[in-house]
């Protein structure tokens, strides 16, 4: 496959560049009967839409989607789910120096040698509009799953080397600043950062995390379609994401068998975990606990400062790249990554109904 | 799928149990016309064999790989290459204790939770011996790029907080001490410390990190089959891995723009980067330079240590787990990862045979 | 998968229902660098046209495509091709009576059983309308081919019990009669034989016959993925399709091994066969003869006469059918029946770049 | 994909060549809790036996089958199941003859056309005894299917072209005859012509019908992976098969639409069908009346008569093709159709676990 197909299952399909006509997705192998409608899907475009903040993209987005079909008289009949967000704001502009050179940091290169050209104009399809997909998708998977008490949370905890003190916790903030922070102090102090590094003219990037609760116990699939595998190559595939953990991630690797370890304790019956260093999958399968998932996000790479690199031609030279860029990727990050988590478990989810004649029978059984 | 098939076009099916008949792998995909014999996969698998250090579990098993189809007269023929390791080793002792019980850190109880019971001898599916699929199948596709100039080199690059020393790196060391660390000295204060783990009856971590040298520019899909997202998943999916990271990973969140970019350069009409903080890899798809992985493997869960737990009635109870454990799983896991990159890339690079006109008039023009 | 995704490396994701807003399918896997334009669709667009004889839906549907990415400056990219066809013609009427019975040989019942209800608007997704994206599809797979000199012909060999003539075979005369046949005076006949199903208010099938020149030997893999079995599968997955045949079919059931092999013979130097029983495929892979493919395909269930069925209530009813109808379907399904031809033809192409170490050589070797 | 691996769910992964070590599959996505034992497997295996009868090659072979994995304490556990079954009558014969030409009929020029070369010893991979692996996991799925209380049934219709008399239809008398014919008569007529193919040194083909009973109402996804698509894409997949029908197949296409509809019957409050023309699907999904698939086998290509063809160098010449041939393929292919039929209903089953919330509510709901 050419890579814009994802879910094995709850199969999605994205398409679109950025300076196209729009921008879309088919989902394939949403259940019936999910009450749906457009409203759903706009509350997570929201999400991610540009020109909210000073530290985002000055670009101006309605990105209002559309269900073309799929559903019937407010339901999902199973049938497949297809949505558009149609471009409103392309810059005419002229694209004819960025056609001519590879921006560092940027897929300009390995497009060209990947396909022998490219589509230069906002980025084409490597651009960040392309998550436009990936979220209204997610708003499907995110749906579904809370009909099963299933529930996601992204946000930031870090910008630069400004982290979030996790004793200030609280989810209510998450919503109240631009980068999605869930501790406004540390908020404050990010807005500071990024706007230190706008006047240097640089950009930063920053740590995303995404907790899952309310998973059963019981998904993914041993060897190579562990729910943590499926999860990693689903946030890895978002653009500018470098680094991907579950649970302690890279501080698993400093411990000790004897602290890293979960112990296992039962109340009243129900069997649960004293701790969750883990992150809530143990050989590859949730164990009920709280799925736990960051991703490393790199800085922007248009920055306003010059740099050097190559033309089309082969000859070394300086650029300023001009234009609408987000100094700091990462608030608008986080929605994406909710969305390919919310898109993971729901996939994860369907591929295991079949795990046992138990179930089998329950379903199909006479 | 059930999650023991891996690619898409170099697909590896593999199967068995520690303390099961055999284990295996079926490969379906290899190209016709690759010379390829046992010794072949013998040396890799010879990499991942228990028994060969203080530091490995004293489980003696030859791990003498058969192969039982797809190779005619010293080639390939492109039909499935079935391999087949039997198991020798296996203690026919009392698992009684072990099936009444969740050790933490392990698989136990999500796959009781999954199956509702578990081959419990050994670990079953979920033991580590299930790598001996992986490992056979690496080492085809290893040939494979090996015949196209693609060379992977794995080692470890931490136990527990003892890092390598990078001034130090030497390649050649790699193989002449029981971690597989490129640095000698760092090897050295490894040994002291696991070796103070096993006193206190504990276990550690580490990192592994995999470099691939020899890829050309272009693979990789955009979107979902991102080079870095395949490599994410399928490395997450090696048992006690925790987190990946890509080229300088977490450390790229708290780097700036004008410092994360790679530099183009043109030096006689080839272009090249000054820097490789992307490890290897834009937009997904590879720049012809170096791909750089990174794993963070967590502490064996199997100690010495007393600990508490659940059994299956729901009391909480205290266990010690005997028998034979690696008091460090990360010079095991080396050869492993290397597999899995292995395979990542030989199907990517499948995969991206028909990514323009002009490769597809190569194959199937007039 | 929910069914609406076709193809391994030419992957194509349908969507859309008869009285939605739009129907259309987005590709992903088509090589870059191909010149494609909206044009190249229509025309295959236009030869499934409802309304263009007298034996056809008199629904007036432009069927206009609109392609929404994936092509810049008159060139594939390698990325997703999105097109859409917006519905115009929906007749606003009253669907209460057609939602509360199952129209006998429509998929009104087995729609309700699985998915719990359905969009009985006019079929919904079981309308002939789905193949809009199919054929769109097929028309981009058609023009791929087309630069490798494999070209596709689909026409219909019967019309109810009248067949052609082989000795009278026009392809030239396909496109000038409203059957699609290559033979003049069995299409005069097929109009007869309509005419009078028509005045009986009854509806009558058909045999579509495709074959495919240029095809290279080598095609198709062996097992499961077969060039005859992926095209089987292609055709029959086209609906009222109840039977597909490869050369000689069930005519070679009753035939002799002495008479149904095909003698290799050498001219010049070039293998070749004699006579082409096998259709153009050995062992499931391509000779390098003309590939053949027939489909039978039903009687239009949707009839004017009076017919007994069952209503939601489960009431022993009777029903008469209005609306526009097809009396023969056959005509409308021979482009769909190219486009699933060229589809698989286009996929199992793409899937076999990698069939040899020689193969990767040439598109990866340094 | 290469072609070896069958499935989506219910994954199998077939390998072997008929001369090499062993033949097996692997079974991957088989549901944990269904009893399984060898015998199960062997009853199937035992079915397509060679040796069994004048009709059938004398090779002698026990095709003695051994489960290598996936089974503990008599139950499927979740994860894979590696079945072996070791050759034992490889002649040691001298190949090189073989080697030399293309024998009409059979894969060796187009094998050689994909690979560049073939393992030509008793055909290699395109062999018959391919089929092993497919009766072996067909017995598995056919298991999971009796649980949930859908049976196959696959018997010859026709041997050239003596038919059954579907009057005298009759299951007990299907393991009575060598042909496995419902009709006794049918199958004595069936006899003398077979003996004389022999004694002409030549061979026939025939008709196989596969009947499945209990298949729930709901099986099947709309557009390309409707049941009948996948069964035909199934069944065309073995060796030898030309055509495929699904109910009344190409008989469909003559009949008018008002003879070939099913008319709908309630009968106390319980929907079925008057007549079965469908075959047991419409619109692509069961109806839960009986499923009807039929299969044209062409004549053994392998005849003794002497036969025109090619040799490796591009000359003309004679061939007399000596060895262990079956005159009639049909008898040995009849538990494979059931096997691919099996694997299909199976797979499909595992595909529409998810088809509806309420479906998923009942696995996962909280």
Redesign the interface.
Known sequence: ??????G??F?I?????SH?????V?V???????PLSEEDIQAYLNRRRPGQSLYTTSRQEADQV?I???I?EG?T??????M?VYNTSQRSGDYSEIASY?R????D???D???????YRGG???SGR?TIGRVAAGAVAAK?LK???IELCAYTC?V??IEIDREHFSREEIGKNPFFMPDREAAKRAARYVQA?ME?R??????VECVIT?V???????????L??????????V?A??????????A???????T???????RD?V?GKETNH??G????????STVIVRA????????A?R????NKD???IEICIHGRHDPVIVPRAVVVIEAMAALTVADV??????????????????
């Open positions: 496959m050419a890579g814009s197909i994802f094995k299952h199969c399909s994205t398409w679109g560049e196209g006509k729009a921008i879309g088919v394939d192998g949403c259940p019936a009967g999910l559309e073309l079909s799929g019937f339901k009949t199973g049938t497949p789910i297809s558009a590879y560092p940091g940027h897929a290169y390995t497009f040698q990947k396909y022998g050209f490219r589509d084409g399809r490597s392309e579904i009909e099963l008490g870090a630069g080397d590094c240097a640089d950009s930063c990037g920053g740590v309310g059963p116990a019981g998904l993914g699939e041993p060897c190579f379609d562990k943590d595998a499926r999860l990693a190559g689903a946030v890895m595939s653009g994401v470098k680094g991907v953990e579950i649970g302690d991630g890279f698993a690797a400093v411990a000790k068998g004897s890293n370890n979960d112990v296992f304790v039962s019956g069997i883990a992150g999958i143990l050989g590859g399968i949730s164990d009920s490393a996000v790199k800085p922007t790479p248009s920055i400062a740099q050097r690199t190559v082969g000859e070394n989810l369907l591929d295991g109904m079949g795990a046992k004649m138990e179930h089998i029978q329950k379903i199909w059984g006479v």
